[in-house]
T-cell receptor, first 117, second 113 residues
Framework: GAVVSQHPSWVICKSGTSVKIECRSLDFQATTMFWYRQFPKQSLMLMATSNEGSKATYEQGVEKDKFLINHASLTLSTLTVTSAHPEDSSFYIC?????????????FGNGTRLTVT | QKEVEQDPGPLSVPEGAIVSLNCTYSNSAFQYFMWYRQYSRKGPELLMYTYSSGNKEDGRFTAQVDKSSKYISLFIRDSQPSDSATYLCAMSRSGGGADGLTFGKGTHLIIQP
């Protein structure tokens, strides 16, 4: 159980365009989802916390107008990278928490590799 | 001082050896400790999840937590080439849901056939 599906697994886009990444919890409801970013040979850095039905909470230094997060249902959160630039190229990973089972670990999707040309 | 310190390696050991991976941390509020395995270009996969101090064993994997020393370990017995990956330690105050996780940088492990 606790499967998190992320789509697409990789995407290449031109500078100035927007890209949407989907994160779904397949077999559980996720009140909260987290979006991470990972550069090569670096650890995961939390970008934002996505809460179903309310605004996302962004970490310091993350532009909320650039990285739009929508958590419209208990099984889906989306991250839209707006007006992407080459420096946004990275590995984006979502994770979800099974919120109705008390303290429990985060489960991660397989990530989306974004390349902006 | 970073909240979580983890030697990035690479750590290279022969097949069949016992592997020891470690993290230290500074925030005494952390109560939940996790180890994730990450293969290249994939998301992290949960290996072990423990609460507070003590040991937990699952197959070839053993996780140890020493809160008094702020030190956690992951042991892998009878290591296999398929264990070659990056191992990330992670920890949280509330179990992961309320405040996300704080990660180490990850240790790159290579098991030589």
């Amino acid at each position: 159980g606790a499967v998190v599906s992320q789509h697409p697994s990789w995407v290449i886009c031109k500078s100035g365009t927007s890209v949407k990444i989907e994160c779904r919890s397949l077999d559980f409801q996720a009140t909260t989802m987290f979006w991470y970013r990972q550069f090569p040979k670096q650890s995961l850095m939390l970008m934002a916390t996505s809460n179903e039905g309310s605004k996302a909470t962004y970490e310091q230094g993350v532009e909320k107008d650039k990285f739009l997060i929508n958590h419209a249902s208990l099984t889906l959160s989306t991250l839209t990278v707006t007006s992407a630039h080459p420096e946004d190229s990275s590995f984006y990973i979502c994770s979800a928490w099974v919120s109705d089972r008390g303290p429990s670990p985060l489960h991660f999707g397989n990530g989306t590799r974004l390349t902006v040309t | 001082q970073k909240e979580v310190e983890q030697d990035p390696g690479p750590l290279s050991v022969p097949e069949g050896a016992i592997v020891s991976l470690n993290c230290t941390y500074s925030n005494s509020a952390f109560q939940y400790f996790m180890w994730y395995r990450q293969y290249s270009r994939k998301g992290p996969e949960l290996l072990m999840y423990t609460y507070s101090s003590g040991n937990k064993e699952d197959g070839r994997f053993t996780a140890q937590v020493d809160k008094s020393s702020k030190y956690i370990s992951l042991f892998i017995r009878d290591s296999q080439p398929s264990d070659s990956a990056t191992y990330l330690c992670a920890m949280s105050r509330s179990g992961g849901g309320a405040d996300g996780l704080t990660f180490g940088k990850g240790t790159h492990l290579i098991i030589q056939p």
